[in-house]
């Protein structure tokens, strides 16, 4: 069964810091494109971050642009997220994502239907 956990949520101020890590389980996900999402409360669910399967491009929200880092880990921990300088309007519900196939050559990662493994998602809550 494949399996994505999220984890590194947690509390913190205005200006902190958070690293979330996401481990999987029933496949490797070394030659997937990863991503992160996000969810908060009353809200659609959107697209923070990706990395393509080689690691060799990463893509950002506008609005994480230049304060988050997306990175891949190893075939346990496919992806991470380091975020920094939060506001308080990052507060929501992060999931990590996998592409639905590997090797995939599209650029194109702001679309949910892309990736096909999700993990349960982890709470960032940023306080004033």
């Known amino acids: 069964q494949v399996q994505l956990v999220e984890s590194g949520g947690g509390l913190v101020q205005a200006g902190g810091s958070l690293r979330l890590s996401c481990a999987a389980s029933?496949?490797?996900?070394?030659?997937?494109?990863m991503a992160w999402f996000r969810q908060a409360p009353g809200k659609e669910r959107e697209f923070v971050a990706a990395?393509?399967?080689?690691?060799?491009?990463?893509y950002y929200a506008d609005s994480v642009k230049g304060r988050f880092t997306i990175s891949r880990g190893n075939a346990k921990n496919p992806v991470a997220l380091q975020m920094s300088s939060l506001k308080p309007e990052d507060t929501a519900v992060y999931y990590c994502?996998?592409?639905?196939?590997?090797?995939?050559?599209?650029?194109?990662?702001?679309?949910?239907?892309?990736?096909?493994?999700w993990g349960q998602g982890t709470q960032v809550t940023v306080s004033s």
């Open positions: 994502a996998a592409d639905r196939r590997p090797y995939n050559p599209d650029s194109y990662y702001g679309t949910m239907s892309r990736f096909g493994s």
């Open positions: 029933g496949r490797t996900f070394s030659s997937y494109a």
């Open positions: 990395i393509s399967w080689s690691g060799g491009s990463t």
